[in-house]
T-cell receptor, first 118, second 111 residues
Framework: GAVVSQHPSRVICKSGTSVKIECRSLDFQATTMFWYRQFPKKSLMLMATSNEGSKATYEQGVEKDKFLINHASLTLSTLTVTSAHPEDSSFYIC??????????????FGEGSRLTVL | RKEVEQDPGPFNVPEGATVAFNCTYSNSASQSFFWYRQDCRKEPKLLMSVYSSGNEDGRFTAQLNRASQYISLLIRDSKLSDSATYLCVVNSNQAGTALIFGKGTTLSVSS
């Protein structure tokens, strides 16, 4: 089945620094990728939809200047958390759909990136 | 009313038990429905799609009631390996950009 790879899986950084998370679709092309955030014991919350070759679409309440998304190719989207603060500590997960796959409703998720901001 | 609601549990059951999870959704225009499984500190993985006619995959049975806006997942003959959080997911549009996740129901199967 389709595979989505996310890197890094775990990152610890100091407050004020920026962190980049990569999301790659390994065996399919994804014009659209999704970025979620999950706090402990909470559901996944969609942050933004990443569109290849155009600007990302952000959900209400998500600061576009703080969470920079770049979808430069059909297989790679990046999320950069700028000037990270401790409250940004969370589990960030990307996902993508294989538009030509058998089950077009299925989302394939990356392994997630656990960010800890000190 | 929350968009997708699930009983968070936890459900603690012995091996071999049958357990049912329920989920309700608020958007009557929702088009497709899924159950995902998420293990602790891991990414969610699709367990099964949910069709109007109901569908079964081995020990797992999913049902959809559009009139009541209600989805269920039945697990028969529970295994230790079924222990996980089960997420009810509703897709409100064909583009797939409106996937709404429930908070999940935690299942713990013990020997």
């Amino acid at each position: 089945g389709a595979v989505v790879s996310q890197h890094p899986s775990r990152v610890i950084c100091k407050s004020g620094t920026s962190v980049k998370i990569e999301c790659r679709s390994l065996d399919f092309q994804a014009t659209t990728m999704f970025w979620y955030r999950q706090f402990p014991k909470k559901s996944l919350m969609l942050m933004a939809t990443s569109n290849e070759g155009s600007k990302a679409t952000y959900e209400q309440g998500v600061e576009k200047d703080k969470f920079l998304i770049n979808h430069a190719s059909l297989t790679l989207s990046t999320l950069t958390v700028t000037s990270a603060h401790p409250e940004d500590s969370s589990f960030y997960i990307c996902s993508a759909r294989d538009q030509w796959g058998q089950n077009t409703g299925e989302l394939f998720f990356g392994e997630g990136s656990r960010l800890t901001v000190l | 009313r929350k968009e997708v609601e699930q009983d968070p549990g936890p459900f603690n059951v012995p091996e071999g038990a049958t357990v049912a999870f329920n989920c309700t959704y608020s958007n009557s225009a929702s088009q497709s429905f899924f159950w995902y499984r998420q293990d602790c500190r891991k990414e969610p993985k699709l367990l099964m799609s949910v069709y109007s006619s109901g569908n079964e995959d081995g020990r797992f049975t999913a049902q959809l009631n559009r009139a009541s806006q209600y989805i269920s997942l039945l697990i028969r003959d529970s295994k230790l390996s079924d222990s996980a959080t089960y997420l009810c997911v509703v897709n409100s549009n064909q583009a797939g950009t409106a996937l709404i996740f429930g908070k999940g129901t935690t299942l713990s199967v013990s020997s």
